[in-house]
T-cell receptor, first 113, second 113 residues
Framework: KAGVTQTPRYLIKTRGQQVTLSCSPI?????VSWYQQTPGQGLQFLFE???????NKGNFPGRFSGRQFSNSRSEMNVSTLELGDSALYLC????????????FGPGTRLLVL | DAKTTQPTSMDCAEGRAANLPCNHS???????VYWYRQIHSQGPQYIIH?????ETNEMASLIITEDRKSSTLILPHATLRDTAVYYC??????????????WGLGTSLAVNP
């Protein structure tokens, strides 16, 4: 089986712009979670989707949003980018909502200038 | 949600066992302990998880104390490829379907030749 894929792998944006990141889970996995990773904060949970519905949400401002499609692929969007949004954005998939073992993609590295 | 405490860094000689400790003194009865690792510039990789019994798989062993307030991940014969950041996390178990993994900053393990 192919692993979790994320596109693009690298991205450079400027302040005020918006960005959309994409994640394709492992085939058959229906739960997708997103994390932000920065050197000082470690991994921070953004949100989790299952069956096209957001089921869980971390403590991030409304500029961060996401969605999941019927094929379980997910996108996250960050609007009005700030310098502090520069980070590695990780997507993880799992078989079910209550399936705790998560499989991570390689991440999208976002740099905001 | 229970938090974990891990040493910031550890060294290990190649071929020797690497024992990575984790404290999770506020863990509740139905929370699992999970271990992941992250090799530089890659997404985290699942290693092992457990509730109260010791667990072993092809990658590692997990020893959980009887009071469940701490655990140790054991890599029996560390290789240079085991150099990574190791995360010990406890499943957050909020009401309803809300649950998220709380990630700390992990232990940076350096395996030396």
């Amino acid at each position: 089986k192919a692993g979790v894929t994320q596109t693009p792998r690298y991205l450079i944006k400027t302040r005020g712009q918006q960005v959309t990141l994409s994640c394709s889970p492992i085939s058959g996995h229906r739960s997708v979670s997103w994390y932000q990773q920065t050197p000082g904060q470690g991994l921070q949970f953004l949100f989790e989707y299952f069956s096209e519905t957001q089921r869980n949400k971390g403590n991030f401002p409304g500029r961060f949003s996401g969605r999941q499609f019927s094929n379980s692929r997910s996108e996250m969007n960050v609007s009005t980018l700030e310098l502090g949004d520069s980070a590695l954005y990780l997507c993880a998939s799992s078989l079910r909502l209550d399936q705790e073992t998560q499989y991570f993609g390689p991440g999208t590295r976002l740099l905001v200038l | 949600d229970a938090k974990t405490t891990q040493p910031t860094s550890m060294d290990c000689a190649e071929g020797r066992a690497a024992n990575l400790p984790c404290n999770h003194s506020t863990i509740s009865g139905n929370e699992y302990v999970y271990w992941y690792r992250q090799i530089h510039s890659q997404g985290p990789q699942y290693i092992i998880h457990g509730l109260k019994n010791n667990e072993t798989n092809e990658m590692a062993s997990l020893i959980i104390t009887e009071d469940r307030k701490s655990s140790t991940l054991i890599l029996p014969h560390a290789t240079l490829r085991d150099t990574a950041v190791y995360y010990c996390i406890v499943r957050g178990n909020n009401a309803g379907n809300n649950r998220k993994l709380i990630w700390g900053l992990g232990t940076s393990l350096a395996v030396n030749p």
